[in-house]
């Protein structure tokens, strides 16, 4: 089974998930390798899903934001990526900076899905209703319709009641730990060729809109202004100097949209540089300088 996501974070627990672990031992002239897997907390709705780490795709291209009617290999979409990613660096580092244009290009991970789909496998796909998610669901749908592979998919709820009634809320995969996910197999289904149809065509819909910005608006993707999440910034930052980690930190956990803080800081930056927020003590590293409003 190979199980698809669309997030660093969530890939990497599923590889754990799915991770076989090898031991050996020698006795004598001869050593002895056993396959198996260390035993899951014992937990309610823990486990670990058959398979190996091999069997993980993920294609994090983020597609929620900027221009979706560049194709997800080009330079474009791997380059926005990057400008995302790379805004906690500290300084210049060439070394740092080849090592993340490679991890921002997920081209060879669809290459790997394509793989596997002309070998017959079944894939999984795991999504949520984060707009990185779901926007990367619905391509996935719009990219592979032209292969008869079937296609399950575990959507993430809400929450989950836990047998001590205890509620947890979940907004992406990436809050979830690798032994959970299992525990998660019981919403599984297989999609039919109409819903996958359905989905393709609702990406389509998005890419002739092509906004700059893609939000989960009364449970629907649409397309919505660069500025849509703005009000949550001005919502917390005041004239009295704040950490810019400290700011963005408040906003993500208190205002859970499944946006990134790369995007926060992006935007912060744009006001810097408009004057709207004012840099009070300045850091190579900008999640770490203190801002203000102006």
Not at 80 to 88: G, N, T, V
Not at 157 to 180: F, K, L
Not at 270 to 286: A, C, F, L, P, W
Request: aromatic content about 10%.
């Amino acid at each position: 089974m190979i199980e698809v996501l669309f997030g660093e974070s969530e890939a990497g627990a599923m590889k754990v998930a799915k991770n076989t672990v090898i031991t050996g031992k020698v006795d004598g002239p001869t050593a002895v390798w056993t396959v198996g897997k260390k035993r899951p907390p014992e937990r309610e709705n823990c486990g670990w899903i058959e398979g190996t780490a091999q069997e993980v795709i993920c294609l994090g291209f983020l597609l929620d934001i900027g221009n979706i009617r560049e194709d997800v290999s080009s330079s474009y979409r791997k380059q926005l990526i990057c400008s995302m990613y790379a805004q906690e660096q500290q300084g210049n580092d060439q070394r740092m900076d080849e090592a993340l244009m490679q991890q921002c290009d997920y081209s060879a991970q669809m290459e790997r899905l394509r793989a596997y789909l002309v070998d017959g496998e079944t894939i999984r796909v795991w999504y949520s209703d984060a707009p990185y998610s779901r926007c990367g669901f619905y391509h996935l749908c719009a990219s592979f319709q032209q292969y008869q592979n079937e296609m399950r998919v575990v959507k993430l709820p809400e929450y989950r009641v836990r047998a001590d009634h205890s509620i947890v809320c979940y907004n992406s995969w990436g809050e979830v730990s690798a032994e959970e996910f299992a525990g998660f197999l019981d919403g599984e289904k297989i999609l039919s060729r109409n819903e996958i149809r359905m989905y393709a065509t609702t990406w389509n819909n998005l890419q002739q809109d092509n906004s700059p910005l893609r939000a989960v608006v009364n449970g629907k993707v649409t397309g919505v202004p660069e500025d849509f999440y703005d009000f949550l910034i001005w919502k917390r930052i005041t004239p009295k100097p704040v950490k810019e980690a400290r700011l963005i930190g408040d906003i993500l956990g208190n205002e859970q949209l499944g946006v990134g803080d790369w995007w926060y800081a992006k935007r912060i930056e744009y006001h810097i540089q408009t004057g709207k927020i004012r840099v009070v003590e300045d850091s190579e590293n900008h999640y770490a300088r203190t801002i203000c409003q102006a």
